[in-house]
């Protein structure tokens, strides 16, 4: 993971920098093997970070924030967004992620991922949900296993990274799915068939790539959007496809450019 960062010195000023490694690095500054103007301004603390999946981002951003007035830097400190990025893709050399990594420069804040399958989320199970439904009943949202719920219902804005399988999406997805559609966190069964929206994003991007022809309707891409309008509340919802990219004789290459040339220009 690759950061951008502000330190709060010792006389009330800002540093910024970048880094991929920031434990060392705020330890390097306090140390005074950090930078010239840090040294003289011991000891520093970590006032604002943000965390960046590709270096030359965490390297840009630096630049831009140095360029902001200090008022500015409160300002961004104080409303940093918080980005959730579901990484549905089971491939280490996923074309989707590519994608979806195209469409996070664009993003202004912290990104959280959760890797579903490293950190092996899987389907609901029979004792899992009677454990869950017991807490649920008497108001207790706090269980380990609603981690990933809370981290879905606090993020600013998600985007939901899935591979075309079998006309809808890898099933680790639903298995998220099943984990976060907890009712009192991210949305609550009101028992009349109606459900109270509790997620704060507003926004939700669904990134996919198909090795073929992707069908209409497009079932992983309708269901998402029906389960995060419906139960969550989140109502814009933005779809970035690349497809044909395993039929032979296709430019694999000239089709994932202009699909990244599509999602840098809905950002414009
Ligand atoms: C298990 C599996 C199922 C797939 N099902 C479909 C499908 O139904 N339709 C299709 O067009 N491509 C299908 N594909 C191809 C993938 O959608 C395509 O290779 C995609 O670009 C993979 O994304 P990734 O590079 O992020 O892994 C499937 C691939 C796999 C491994």
């Not at 912290?110 to 009677?130: C, R």
């Amino acid at each position: 993971m690759n950061y951008t960062y502000i330190l709060k010195c010792a006389d009330g000023t800002l540093y910024t920098g970048w880094t991929n490694d920031i434990g060392k690095r705020l330890a390097a500054h306090n140390s005074g093997r950090g930078a010239k103007y840090t040294k003289s301004r011991l000891p520093v603390s970590l006032f604002y970070l943000e965390e960046h999946l590709d270096r030359r981002t965490a390297m840009r951003r630096e630049v831009l924030i140095k360029k902001m007035t200090r008022s500015e830097k409160m300002t961004l400190a104080e409303t940093k967004k918080r980005i959730l990025l579901v990484n549905a893709c089971v491939r280490p050399a996923s074309r989707t992620m590519e994608l979806a990594r195209e469409l996070l420069k664009h993003l202004d804040g912290s990104v959280e991922e959760v890797d579903i399958e490293k950190e092996k989320i899987l389907p609901l199970t029979n004792a899992q949900m009677e454990k869950r439904q017991a807490a649920c009943d008497a108001g207790i949202t706090d269980l380990p296993m609603m981690k990933y719920a809370w981290q879905f219902a606090e993020a600013d804005e998600i985007v939901v990274a899935a591979p075309y399988w079998d006309l809808s999406f890898p099933a680790i997805l639903k298995a998220y799915f099943e984990q976060i559609t907890v009712s009192g966190v991210t949305f609550k069964n009101m028992g009349d068939g109606s459900y109270k929206k509790l997620c704060k994003a507003k926004k939700l991007y669904y990134v996919m790539t198909a090795g073929g022809p992707i069908y209409e309707p497009n079932m992983g891409f309708e269901y998402v959007k029906t389960l995060v309008f419906e139960f969550y509340g989140i109502k814009d919802i933005t779809l970035f496809t690349a497809e044909m990219l395993d039929v032979d004789g296709m430019d694999v290459a000239a089709i994932m450019d202009a699909a990244k040339t599509k999602i840098n220009s809905f950002f414009e």
